[in-house]
């Protein structure tokens, strides 16, 4: 099957700092990826469908500005986290639509914003 | 609202165990129905599928069959290994849209 990678898969940031986490698709292009974030005993919860080439699609209470997401090439999609603070720290996942429409997922970036 | 509900983990069995974990569902339309099992330092994968009412999907020794009725679409597997432990996710997707939704995933812990 595809594989699709995150980096990194863990990170620790001071308040007020932004963070970027990338996904890339390693052996497909994915004209569609997508960014799902898990609390703590919560189900994923879609963030955003990022499109490559153009702005990205979110969804209903995602703050645009807070997370910024770029799909710049057929294989990479990066969502940054600006301004970070604790409340953001949670579990991000990315996944990318293969050819067949079936969908493949990162392993996973966790953020802990201090 | 559209919506996917798991039992809570973590599920603790031994090997050669009989595995049920439970999912139900509330959603508009007809959904398909996933179940995704994410193994230690690994992303999702796609476990099985349903895409209409009394559907099975099959995999790796686990079933799940689309139950309109109870709304429900619970996962089983006859005899589980060791190498079975990991969190499992059940997931809807409405039809006409690619917006999975996701439960809260059930932790599996298979001991020898």
């Known amino acids: 099957g595809a594989v699709v990678s995150q980096h990194p898969s863990w990170v620790i940031c001071k308040s007020g700092t932004s963070v970027k986490i990338e996904c890339r698709s390693l052996?497909?292009?994915?004209?569609?990826m997508f960014w799902y974030r898990q609390f703590p005993k919560q189900s994923l919860m879609l963030m955003a469908t990022s499109n490559e080439g153009s702005k990205a699609t979110y969804e209903q209470g995602v703050e645009k500005d807070k997370f910024l997401i770029n799909h710049a090439s057929l294989t990479l999609s990066t969502l940054t986290v600006t301004s970070a603070h604790p409340e953001d720290s949670s579990f991000y996942i990315c996944?990318?639509?293969?050819?067949?429409?079936?969908?493949?997922f990162g392993e996973g970036s966790r953020l802990t914003v201090l | 609202g559209n919506s996917v509900t798991q039992m809570e983990g973590p599920v603790t069995l031994s090997e050669e165990a009989f595995l049920t974990i439970n999912c139900t569902y509330t959603a508009t339309g007809y959904p398909s129905l996933f179940w995704y099992v994410q193994y230690p330092g690994e992303g999702l994968q796609l476990l099985l599928k349903a895409t209409k009412a009394d559907d099975k999907g099959s995999n790796k020794g686990f079933e799940a069959t689309y139950r309109k009725e109870t709304t429900s679409f619970h996962l089983e597997k006859g005899s589980v290994q060791v190498s079975d432990s990991a969190v499992y996710f059940c997931a809807l997707i409405l039809y006409n849209t690619d917006k999975l939704i996701f439960g809260t995933g059930t932790r599996l812990q298979v001991f020898p």
């Open positions: 996944s990318a639509r293969w050819h067949t429409g079936e969908l493949f």
């Open positions: 052996d497909f292009q994915a004209t569609t």
